[in-house]
C-alpha cells in the first residue's frame, strides 16, 4: 500500500499547520477572524479539521501569518488542494457525516473493541442490513445505501497494507441478528476472515466475567506516516468521540491490550464461534 496520505489525513495536517502558523505569528482566533472578515469559530473548526481550506483562505491565513518563504507557502497551497479531493465515502457524506470513514480508509492498523453487534467490517450483508434496520433509520433505500457504504468499506480487509485486529465480547457472537440462518452465516464468516494472515479475531468469554476497561466500543487507527498520529474513535449513546493526544490515545491502547489479555485466544476463539453456530442451528 501506498504511504501517500489521503486527502483525510492531508486535512489533518493543514489544520495542524495552519495552528502551528497562528501560534509562531502569536495571533488569537479571534484577532485573526478580526482580519480575514470571518467568525472565529471558522478559524477554530479550520484548526481543529472540521472544516475545509478554501485555496483563497489558504493564501490568505498566510499572508496574515506573515509567511514569506516560497517553498513553503507552495507546499501549504498544494496540500490545500489536496484536502480538498473527495474520496469515495463522499457518496454518503449525507449519511456518513463524520471524518471515520475516510480515517478508516487510511489507517495502516485498526484494533476494535466491540460489545454487542459484530464489528462493520466483518459483517455480512444480510446482518449488516438488520442492523441498521432496527435504528433510527426507517427508508429502505437509506437502509441500503448505508449497508452498501459499508460493504465498501470491507474491501480493504485483507489485502496488504492493513492490519486489523478485532476484541467482541461474546454477546456480540451470540445476540442473534436477521434470524438464525443469517447469524449462522455471519458466524462463518467471522471464521473465514479469522483465517486471513492480517485479520485477528478474539471473543471475550462470558466465562471470564468483568474486565479491566469494560465500557463503551472504540476503536484505534494507526497511520503509515509518522506524522498522522493515532486516532482513538469512541461510540456513545449521543454519537462518535475523537481523541488525539498522546495520552488519551496510550490510556485506550493500553485498554485494548486488556481486553486481548482477558479474551480467548485466536484459536480458542475459532473453537467458541463454532459452538455459537451450533447453538444457533440447535435453537
Not at 77 to 104: K, N, Q, T, V
Not at 174 to 201: E, F, K, N, W, Y
Request: charged content about 25%; overall charge negative; hydrophobic content about 40%.
Amino acid at each position: 500500500m501506498s504511504t501517500e496520505p489521503g486527502p483525510t489525513l492531508r486535512k489533518k495536517r493543514l489544520a495542524a499547520e495552519f495552528r502551528r502558523m497562528r501560534e509562531a505569528a502569536g495571533l488569537t482566533c479571534e484577532e485573526v477572524a478580526e482580519r480575514l472578515l470571518v467568525s472565529a469559530s471558522k478559524i477554530s473548526r479550520i484548526e481543529t479539521g472540521h472544516r475545509g481550506v478554501s485555496l483563497r483562505d489558504a493564501r490568505d491565513l498566510m499572508d496574515i501569518y506573515g509567511v514569506t518563504d516560497k517553498r513553503q507557502r507552495e507546499a501549504t497551497m498544494e496540500l490545500a488542494r489536496e484536502a480538498r479531493r473527495r474520496g469515495w465515502w463522499s457518496a454518503y457524506s449525507d449519511l456518513l457525516p463524520g471524518p471515520y470513514i475516510g480515517l478508516e480508509s487510511e489507517a495502516s492498523s485498526i484494533c476494535n473493541y466491540q460489545t454487542l453487534t459484530v464489528p462493520g467490517l466483518l459483517q455480512i450483508e444480510e446482518y449488516a442490513q438488520a442492523v441498521i434496520g432496527t435504528g433510527l433509520v426507517v427508508e429502505e433505500a437509506e437502509v441500503a445505501r448505508r449497508t452498501a457504504a459499508r460493504m465498501r468499506r470491507q474491501e480493504r480487509l485483507g489485502a496488504p497494507g492493513l492490519a486489523f485486529w478485532a476484541v467482541l465480547d461474546e454477546a456480540a457472537v451470540r445476540r442473534p441478528v436477521g434470524g438464525s440462518d443469517v447469524m449462522v452465516r455471519q458466524l462463518d464468516h467471522l471464521i473465514a476472515m479469522a483465517r486471513l494472515p492480517a485479520v485477528t479475531i478474539q471473543v471475550l468469554p462470558f466465562a471470564a466475567g468483568a474486565y479491566p476497561s469494560m465500557g463503551w466500543p472504540f476503536v484505534i487507527l494507526s497511520f503509515p506516516d509518522q506524522l498522522d498520529h493515532d486516532v482513538v474513535m469512541v461510540e456513545n449513546s449521543v454519537g462518535e468521540l475523537y481523541l488525539e493526544k498522546s495520552s488519551e490515545v496510550e490510556r485506550f491502547r493500553t485498554g485494548f491490550e486488556h481486553f486481548r489479555a482477558a479474551a480467548l485466544s485466536p484459536a480458542d476463539t475459532l473453537t467458541l464461534l463454532r459452538e455459537a453456530a451450533r447453538d444457533v442451528l440447535e435453537c
